[in-house]
C-alpha cells in the first residue's frame, strides 16, 4: 500500500468528510440524518461507504451511543438543537488491510455568523482538541478551505493544550504536530 494511494484515496476522504461536518450551518429543525452525506460524500465519490453511523449522542448517563441525536443514514425524527453533543466519526474499513476513523467530539451552537438569515441556523463546534496526524495528510489535494480549517483547528489546540504542559519534549511534539500545512 502506497501512501500517495493511502492519503489521496480513503483517508483523505475520511478527513475531507470530518470537515465538512464540522463546517456545515444547518437550519433550526434540521435532523442528524439530513447531514450524514456531507461526510460520507468523498468517499462516495470513490465508490466506498462506511456501514456505522456518523456520529451518535454523548450525554451523562455514560451510555456509548447515546440517543436521541445521531448523525447517521438510519432515519431519525429529532432535530439537532443547541446545546447537544455529538461525535463526528466518518471511517473507512478495508476487511483484513487496516481501518481509518477520524473522531472528535463536537456541540450544536446556534450560528450568529450568517447576518440577515431569514431564520435560525446552527453550527457545530469542537470539543475534543488533539492533533490530525499531518504525517497522513496530503495537503496540496485540500480545498484552500479544508487547509484553512485543519490550520486552524490546530492552531486552537496548541493554544488550548500547550499552556497544560511545562515539558519541553512535550511542547516540541505538540508544536510540530499542530503546525501549519
Excluded at 456505522?52 to 448523525?71: F, K, M, N, Q, W
Excluded at 471511517?91 to 487496516?98: N, V, W
Excluded at 486552537?156 to 505538540?174: F, G, H, K, T, Y
Aim: proline content about 4%; glycine content about 8%; some cysteine.
Amino acid at each position: 500500500m502506497q501512501r500517495s494511494w493511502w492519503a489521496a484515496g480513503p483517508l483523505t476522504a475520511v478527513l475531507r468528510g470530518h470537515i465538512a461536518l464540522f463546517r456545515v450551518r444547518f437550519p433550526a429543525g434540521t435532523v442528524g440524518g439530513q447531514l450524514d452525506a456531507f461526510a460520507r460524500q468523498f468517499l462516495w465519490q470513490q465508490g466506498l461507504d462506511y456501514d456505522h453511523g456518523t456520529g451518535h449522542g454523548v450525554g451523562s448517563y455514560l451510555s456509548v451511543h447515546e440517543g436521541p441525536a445521531r448523525i447517521s443514514k438510519a432515519a431519525s425524527t429529532v432535530a439537532l438543537q443547541p446545546g447537544m453533543i455529538l461525535s463526528n466519526e466518518p471511517g473507512y474499513y478495508r476487511t483484513g488491510r487496516y481501518g481509518i476513523r477520524i473522531e472528535n467530539l463536537l456541540t450544536v451552537e446556534e450560528c450568529e455568523a450568517l447576518v440577515g438569515a431569514e431564520r435560525r441556523f446552527f453550527s457545530f463546534e469542537t470539543l475534543t482538541l488533539a492533533p490530525i496526524s499531518r504525517e497522513l495528510i496530503l495537503a496540496e489535494i485540500l480545498l484552500p478551505e479544508e487547509r484553512a480549517w485543519i490550520d486552524a483547528y490546530h492552531a486552537r489546540v496548541w493554544n488550548e493544550i500547550s499552556p497544560l504542559s511545562d515539558e519541553e519534549s512535550v511542547l516540541e511534539w505538540l508544536r510540530v504536530a499542530t503546525a501549519a500545512l
